[in-house]
């Protein structure tokens, strides 16, 4: 995967490119349009983000909506399967191992379903159907065309890492995604197809989604000593963390509900998340704007610590109770209020420089680490915000220690962990 080989990139390729981030990004808009839809109906509109609307729910507002999910969507997801059954849906697995081939309608069907109880609040990412029909998409393109086996693997990587840059406008950490964790090589007969589907699906998202960046408003932070030193003695606690996450994920993937359990699983865990939610509402969705304060340094010290503490858990729950999802923005988000809670902490000892320039720090951080892909989790996390370009030292050095550390421990990822049980 990292040359061409004997089957040198033709012309038919290269369509197949186009035609797969085309396909990436208009599936990306739409699960974006079913997300906002299914929030505007449980929680309604008017001004600030998703938190604000949940807040202004109250309690009974907060916890109706995410059990009328958890009530459809384990059925739904119950007889997917049943229908299904023997069909892929996991693009990870289809790309890692080199066997099967993705189940356009399974893939389809099971995002709907995902962005739906997103919408009402369950805590996980919303960029799992994206990817996966990104993915889906390059592997019917790769199919029409009667490509290798290896440029059809190609192209289904391709399409997945798109299917994240169009629903989070983030093109060159897309690309990323494809060629450091899905194919594991920054080779540019690699690189240049990521970039290409990438950019195509970014653009053609566009025609929904908004061209600015997922988090706006990020103060451009300055480099100071006290985040210097910070980073530093930060990156392998975070490392530390971030492979009790990923252990925690693996052993929830094993364990998850099997059979006719996995009707009532999501009902289960998405009531533990609403009483969860009465007293802290940012909890609910897949942790975005709870990121987002971080940031901007919002936030008192305990709120920041129970989030730092709860989000990954209530995360875990949701997929163990049979929910399926992302994990990309719970663990960035995750690292987000970690950062900005040890900020706090810091700066009483340490002032000279804003919380939110730990937060930055923590969720790259995080990101590498829980990824296994430092690249990718720090041009994420600087096209997400549009920030942090004069904090790349201490971000670099942090997300080095924590990937190295996280590496060290176990070697595995959020995605590398939820590989089925038989492999």
Same mark, same amino acid.
């Given at each position: 995967?990292?040359?061409?080989?004997?089957?040198?990139?033709?012309?038919?390729?290269?369509?197949?490119?186009?035609?797969?981030?085309? &396909?990436?990004?208009?599936?990306?808009?739409?699960?974006?349009?079913?997300?906002?839809?299914?929030?505007?109906?449980?929680?309604?509109?008017?001004?600030?983000?998703?938190? @604000?609307?949940?807040?202004?729910?109250?309690?009974?507002?907060?916890?109706?909506?995410?059990?009328?999910?958890?009530?459809?969507?384990?059925?739904?997801?119950?007889?997917?399967?049943?229908?299904?059954?023997?069909?892929?849906?996991?693009?990870?697995?289809?790309?890692?191992?080199?066997?099967?081939?993705?189940?356009?309608?399974?893939?389809?069907?099971?995002?709907?379903?995902?962005?739906?109880?997103?919408?009402?609040?369950?805590?996980?990412?919303?960029?799992?159907?994206?990817?996966?029909?990104?993915?889906?998409?390059?592997?019917? &393109?790769?199919?029409?065309?009667?490509?290798?086996?290896?440029?059809?693997?190609?192209?289904?990587?391709?399409?997945?890492?798109?299917?994240?840059?169009?629903?989070?406008?983030?093109?060159?950490?897309?690309?990323?995604?494809?060629?450091?964790?899905?194919?594991?090589?920054?080779?540019?007969?690699?690189?240049?197809?990521?970039?290409?589907?990438?950019?195509?699906?970014?653009?053609?998202?566009?025609?929904?989604?908004?061209?600015?960046?997922?988090?706006?408003?990020?103060?451009?932070?300055?480099?100071?000593?006290?985040?210097?030193?910070?980073?530093?003695?930060?990156?392998?606690?975070?490392?530390?963390?971030?492979?009790?996450?990923?252990?925690?994920?693996?052993?929830?993937?094993?364990?998850?509900?099997?059979?006719?359990?996995?009707?009532?699983?999501?009902?289960?865990?998405?009531?533990?998340?609403?009483?969860?939610?009465?007293?802290?509402?940012?909890?609910?969705?897949?942790?975005? @704007?709870?990121?987002?304060?971080?940031?901007?340094?919002?936030?008192?010290?305990?709120?920041?610590?129970?989030?730092?503490?709860?989000?990954?858990?209530?995360?875990?729950?949701?997929?163990?109770?049979?929910?399926?999802?992302?994990?990309?923005?719970?663990?960035?988000?995750?690292?987000?209020?970690?950062?900005?809670?040890?900020?706090?902490?810091?700066?009483? &000892?340490?002032?000279?420089?804003?919380?939110?320039?730990?937060?930055?720090?923590?969720?790259?951080?995080?990101?590498?680490?829980?990824?296994?892909?430092?690249?990718?989790?720090?041009?994420?996390?600087?096209?997400?915000? @549009?920030?942090?370009?004069?904090?790349?030292?201490?971000?670099?050095?942090?997300?080095?220690?924590?990937?190295?550390?996280?590496?060290?421990?176990?070697?595995?990822?959020?995605?590398?962990?939820?590989?089925?049980?038989?492999?």
């Amino acid at each position: 995967m990292t040359g061409e080989g004997d089957t040198p990139y033709s012309a038919r390729f290269w369509f197949g490119v186009l035609v797969t981030g085309v &396909a990436a990004g208009l599936f990306g808009a739409f699960m974006m349009w079913i997300l906002f839809s299914v929030q505007h109906l449980a929680f309604g509109g008017g001004p600030g983000d998703f938190q @604000d609307r949940v807040t202004r729910n109250g309690p009974l507002g907060r916890v109706l909506p995410l059990l009328v999910a958890g009530a459809l969507g384990g059925p739904a997801w119950y007889a997917l399967r049943r229908w299904t059954a023997g069909e892929r849906s996991e693009v990870d697995e289809v790309v890692w191992t080199g066997r099967g081939r993705l189940s356009p309608r399974r893939v389809l069907l099971s995002g709907v379903i995902s962005e739906v109880v997103i919408g009402a609040g369950a805590s996980i990412g919303r960029e799992a159907a994206p990817k996966a029909l990104g993915g889906a998409s390059g592997d019917v &393109a790769g199919g029409l065309l009667r490509m290798s086996p290896a440029h059809r693997r190609l192209l289904v990587a391709c399409g997945a890492g798109a299917g994240l840059a169009a629903v989070y406008n983030v093109p060159l950490g897309g690309a990323l995604f494809a060629s450091e964790i899905m194919l594991g090589s920054i080779a540019l007969p690699v690189v240049l197809p990521a970039l290409a589907c990438s950019a195509v699906a970014t653009a053609v998202a566009w025609v929904y989604l908004p061209h600015h960046p997922a988090y706006i408003n990020i103060p451009d932070y300055r480099f100071s000593a006290t985040v210097m030193v910070f980073s530093l003695v930060a990156g392998p606690v975070i490392g530390l963390l971030a492979s009790g996450y990923i252990r925690l994920i693996g052993w929830v993937s094993y364990h998850r509900l099997e059979g006719r359990a996995q009707i009532g699983g999501p009902l289960a865990s998405f009531a533990v998340l609403a009483a969860l939610g009465v007293v802290y509402p940012a909890l609910y969705g897949n942790g975005k @704007d709870m990121a987002h304060r971080a940031f901007l340094g919002v936030g008192s010290a305990g709120l920041l610590f129970a989030l730092f503490a709860l989000k990954p858990l209530v995360t875990a729950l949701c997929l163990g109770g049979g929910a399926q999802g992302g994990l990309f923005t719970p663990f960035m988000s995750t690292g987000a209020v970690l950062g900005a809670f040890a900020g706090v902490a810091w700066t009483w &000892a340490w002032p000279g420089s804003p919380v939110g320039a730990f937060a930055l720090v923590g969720s790259a951080a995080m990101l590498g680490a829980a990824l296994q892909a430092p690249l990718a989790g720090l041009v994420l996390v600087v096209e997400l915000t @549009d920030s942090g370009l004069a904090l790349m030292v201490p971000i670099l050095a942090a997300t080095f220690l924590a990937t190295a550390v996280a590496r060290h421990i176990d070697g595995y990822s959020i995605y590398s962990a939820r590989l089925p049980r038989h492999h």
